[in-house]
């Protein structure tokens, strides 16, 4: 059934069907609709779930691993401060293997004190052990959030499905709300491979000394290395039952290009349209979306770029001292590979917009520019400001 | 796993059965908590210091009759109390600032109604006597608290009482609308079981006094201010005493009371319309007038300021204008004569000026402005003053004063003279005078045990959070010896734990029936409404075993003893080797029934 939905109702719909036990949360904008719709969905009884109310963003991650370790299905989310104040959490998260599904709606972290979209808060958190989708739109904040259990659960890491502020979560689109029926077939109830058990009480999670703390780091590797084989097979069924697949990257119009920007969210549809654009005028552009940040999809990126000959990488967010996050990945994805040079550009930072002209920008400075230049290239910046 | 899933990654993880006892987690800690009681403010606001958040939490269990002799430990006439109160606990309720005090005298009354039937319990016996005999001036409410507490303590007391029934004010000045006699005897019938002997129709004469010192080894005087004060102005001896008359109403002399006071001279008869001023602003000149009410004479208060400065209790004014009583504000009587069977009364109209001293406003004549009302009779309720002028003459012989005592050098009489009750009391009113009942008892305990100079400091070390108030469990080393005297403040209590809730009171009689009889006006609560009442407690600064404590200790370091018990001697204790200090239990204990402190401090 369509329906006309914000992506927080999207993200919130896609948790009533995948029948989570336990939601906690700890308001945040832009993250609020979604929590609001949940604890709606908790009270009139839509959902037969506990909403936890606690009194921090560190407090709601470690309830929900609490109640992920009791062995049920779980959900929270939150954005930028309050994704920072989870940190510690986080890694507690993935490193007690509990799969627990997060939304994280993108937004700058102060100060100054900003509320728009900005993706340096998710990738802040990137070497947690937390798998990373973002989406583009509102049908794929709904579908990625219910294919999100179905990793979680398959390979035991916390999933962070990601989408930008304002631009993603409070825009409405007609969305496909699946039927509960064909969802539940989809995803089964939850069965945990472990799980706190009163009748035989066990502590998790507890000291793990020199003799084997290197091994719990290289299964949580092995559980990462497996996810993509992982996610084609569960996207796959995915497509059987609604139709609708992505894969870890989306490729427009890549095979015969010559350049192609990388780029990752809603920057992802404003780029379509310059690529259209470009095409007619008769340049070989493509597109490549960046779905899935962890694991990077080392493979999926080296085959779409394996002949272009320029790759330029649109980052809505900075590495202070490095540049664009999505660059730095993408030039170690590409090391041993396919040579080409790749241009690194930020722009959009802090919810500022990024218009068809800054995409268009990005591929004539490609063009143009024998080399990269060393440092990423910041777009739209009113320099006058700095002097 | 959802079973379609194959090929799973590895999930190596640390997971075990042994016990995490091992990491002994206390040793990281640099503070501790630790259970204290500490002060409940109405407890400290109670003249009487009785143990209410204790008292609250078992009446809430339903244990009414332990609640009721948690009540009796402090307080031998909770009966009598819970009627006629001024309930000053009820103003340092910290629940007054959450929406409205606990309904702390009303379920005083309640519980001595469930509980206080029965025969006196055992345990208020006491074990040994000490072979001192003590002599009481007055069966008030002073006299009678202080032979309850010394009996208790072992000493042998005789109270002398000029009227013919013990009770004092408690009988004679309070009508029974608000008392009934039926619960005062019952009250005093608790303290004649322990012993005490009540010479009734035997004043304390000075010749009696005289010879004291060969029988007893100590005086109590509390005899009170039974005396009306007269209207000093011309034609004054034309108004009628009003205590006097609330004297001879309860002495069941009404009628030969109300002819006494000529109010059937009326040639006319008793059809002819009867009327009464009484002049004053105290309960005194409400009881007054609401007890010629029940008469069947119309009474008006005349009171030289205005309702808002009247000393009566606003309840009770506000009763005695319901039921019909008219009140005449800024009128002060400058002279009264005869006028045919009535009496003439000349009122002076007053005007507000500035708040005085004690904040209420002054008044002065409007010049000028004086007129003429006519009424059957004229009563005076302006004071009182002692029976015997001696009595506060005493006073003035120096002393040591205690708060609600004063013990009066050993002079003529012979032996150790101690003043108290309305004699000595800066608040007139029945909790101070037991208050002083008490206060007599600790200090004539101490005098004979430890000497005189032993008593000023063995009275502090009972006064409750360092207030006015003393305690006769701290007195004698009970468990709330052990409290802290830290006063639990609103800001202490996490209010998380508790929701609004304004409930109903227990009613009272229709105006018009009240009006008409003497049966008591306040309707008791009813059991559902006590429980909800005792409920509403915070039980401010002790464990009633909600156990939070245990629930939110993250390191499950608060051990429960005695699970199994069925719940009278449930305890709790911290396991130090396991509580890092983090201070968890103090945040969720609603009523602040713990401290946290350094360790080593």
């Known amino acids: 059934m369509k329906m006309l939905l914000e992506g927080s109702q999207a993200c919130a719909e896609a948790v009533r069907l995948a029948r989570v036990k336990v939601v906690s949360a700890y308001p945040i904008t832009p993250q609020t609709h979604i929590v609001e719709e949940l604890a709606k969905f908790c009270s009139e009884g839509s959902l037969d779930g506990r909403f936890l109310c606690v009194e921090s963003e560190h407090s709601a991650m470690a309830a929900v691993i609490g109640a992920a370790a009791g062995g049920v299905r779980t959900f929270t989310a939150s954005s930028s401060q309050g994704l920072a104040l989870m940190h510690e959490m986080l890694h507690w998260a993935a490193g007690g293997r509990l799969p627990i599904v997060m939304a994280e709606v993108n937004r700058a972290l102060g100060p100054g004190w900003n509320l728009w979209a900005d993706q340096t808060d998710s990738l802040a958190q990137r070497d947690t052990g937390w798998i990373q989708l973002y ?140 690529v259209d654009q470009l095409r007619n005028e008769g340049e070989k552009a493509g597109l490549l979306r960046i779905r899935m940040f962890r694991p990077f999809p080392v493979r999926s990126v080296r085959q779409v770029l394996k002949s272009v000959q320029k790759v330029a990488v649109l980052d809505r967010n900075c590495s202070f001292g490095a540049g664009g996050i999505f660059a730095s990945e993408l030039k170690s994805a590409l090391h041993g590979g396919n040579p080409a040079p790749v241009y690194s550009y930020i722009a959009g930072l802090g919810g500022r917009d990024i218009t068809v002209d800054t995409i268009r920008q990005c591929f004539s400075l490609t063009r143009a520019a024998a080399r990269p230049d060393i440092e990423s290239v910041w777009l739209g910046v009113k320099e006058e400001l700095l002097k | 796993m959802t079973p379609h899933d194959a090929n799973l990654p590895p999930l190596f993880m640390p997971i075990s059965s042994a016990p995490t006892s091992a990491n002994r987690t206390g040793s990281w800690s640099s503070r501790q908590p630790r259970y204290e009681g500490k002060t409940a403010p109405c407890s400290v606001h109670c003249p009487c210091g009785e143990d209410i958040p204790h008292i609250e939490m078992l009446a809430a269990r339903g244990e009414y009759t332990e609640a009721w002799r948690t009540i009796l430990a402090e307080n031998p006439l909770p009966g009598s109390c819970g009627r006629v109160c001024f309930h000053p606990c009820e103003g340092g309720c910290n629940r007054g600032e959450f929406d409205d005090p606990v309904a702390i005298n009303a379920l005083e009354r309640f519980l001595d109604d469930r509980a206080g039937c029965g025969p006196l319990p055992a345990d208020f016996l006491p074990l040994s006597t000490s072979g001192k005999r003590i002599a009481i001036a007055g069966s008030g409410p002073a006299g009678l608290a202080a032979a309850w507490f010394l009996a208790r303590l072992g000493h042998e007391c005789e109270i002398f009482e000029s009227a013919p ?142 309702r808002e400065e009247m000393p009566a209790f606003s309840h009770e004014i506000d009763s005695a204008l319901a039921e019909g009583v008219h009140l005449i504000e800024l009128s002060a009587p400058l002279a009264i004569r005869p006028a045919g069977k009535n009496l003439a009364l000349t009122l002076q109209k007053m005007r507000i000026t500035e708040p005085g001293a ?211 001697d449930r305890e709790r204790r911290i396991t130090y080797d396991y509580c890092k200090g983090c201070g968890v239990c103090l945040t969720e204990c609603p009523r602040c029934a713990m401290v946290m402190e350094e360790v080593g401090s």
Not at chain 1, 259 to 274: D, E, F, H, K, P
Request: include cysteine; proline fraction near 5%; glycine fraction near 10%.
């Open chain 1, 135 to 274: 989406c583009a739109d509102g049908q794929e904040v709904l579908d990625t959030t219910l294919q999100a259990y179905r990793l979680a659960e398959a390979v035991n890491l916390p999933v962070m499905v990601i989408l930008d502020a304002f631009f993603l979560s409070h825009t409405w689109e007609p969305v496909d709300l699946p039927d509960q029926e064909k969802v539940d077939r989809f995803l089964p109830p939850y069965s945990p491979r472990f799980c706190m058990n009163t009748a035989d009480p066990q502590s998790l999670h507890g000291v793990a000394p020199i003799g084997v703390y290197m091994e719990m780091r290289r299964s949580m590797q092995l559980a990462m290395e497996a996810v993509p084989e992982h996610l084609a097979r569960i996207e796959e069924e995915f497509a059987t039952l609604f139709g609708r697949s992505y894969g870890p990257v989306e490729s427009y119009l890549c095979d015969d290009a010559d350049v192609i920007l990388v780029t990752s969210g809603t920057a992802a549809g404003t780029a379509r349209v310059a």
């Open chain 2, 165 to 306: 029934e013990p009770g004092g004010l408690l009988r004679y000045g309070i009508p029974a609308y608000r008392l009934p006699a039926a619960v005062l005897d019952r009250e005093i019938g608790r303290i004649t079981e322990l012993g005490v002997r009540i010479r009734c129709s035997t004043p304390l004469e000075k010749e009696l006094l005289a010879n004291a010192a060969s029988q007893y080894d100590a005086l109590f005087i509390g005899c009170g201010n039974s005396r009306g004060i007269g209207l000093d102005l011309p034609g004054g001896e034309y108004a009628l005493d009003g205590l006097s008359f609330l004297r001879a109403v309860r002495s069941g002399s009404a009628l030969s009371g109300v002819d006494k006071y000529r109010l059937h001279d009326d040639p006319q008869g008793a059809a002819a319309p009867r009327t009464a001023a009484i002049i004053g602003g105290g309960n005194t000149a409400i009881d007054v007038a609401r007890t010629l009410l029940r008469l069947g004479i119309t009474p008006t208060i005349l009171y030289r300021r205005r």
């Open chain 2, 358 to 568: 004690d904040g209420r406003m002054r008044v002065l004549p409007v010049e000028g402005e004086s007129r003429e009302m006519t009424f059957s009779a004229v009563y005076a309720a302006i004071g009182a003053r002692a029976e015997e002028p001696w009595h506060s003459m005493a006073r003035a012989e120096g002393g040591l004063n205690f708060g609600h005592t004063l013990l009066l050098p050993v002079g003529a009489a012979g032996l150790p003279v101690l003043l108290g009750g309305d004699l000595v009391n800066q608040v007139e009113s029945v909790a101070d005078a037991i208050a002083s009942g008490k206060e007599a008892a600790i200090a004539l305990d101490l005098l004979f045990r430890e000497g005189s100079a032993a008593i000023a400091a063995g009275i502090e070390r009972c006064r409750i959070g360092g207030g006015h108030s003393l305690s006769m469990e701290i007195y004698q080393g009970g468990p709330r010896h052990s409290r802290s005297r830290r006063v639990v403040a609103f800001q202490d209590i996490n209010r998380d734990y508790f929701t609004s809730s304004r409930p109903q009171r227990g009613g009272s009689l229709p105006h018009t029936t009240a009006a008409g009889s003497f049966a008591e006006v306040e309707a008791a609560l009813e059991a559902g409404q006590a429980l909800e009442q005792a409920g509403r407690c915070f039980n401010c600064g002790i464990c009633n075993d909600c156990d939070n404590c245990r629930t939110f200790c993250p390191e499950a370091a608060v051990v429960l003893d005695g699970q199994n018990s069925g719940g009278s």
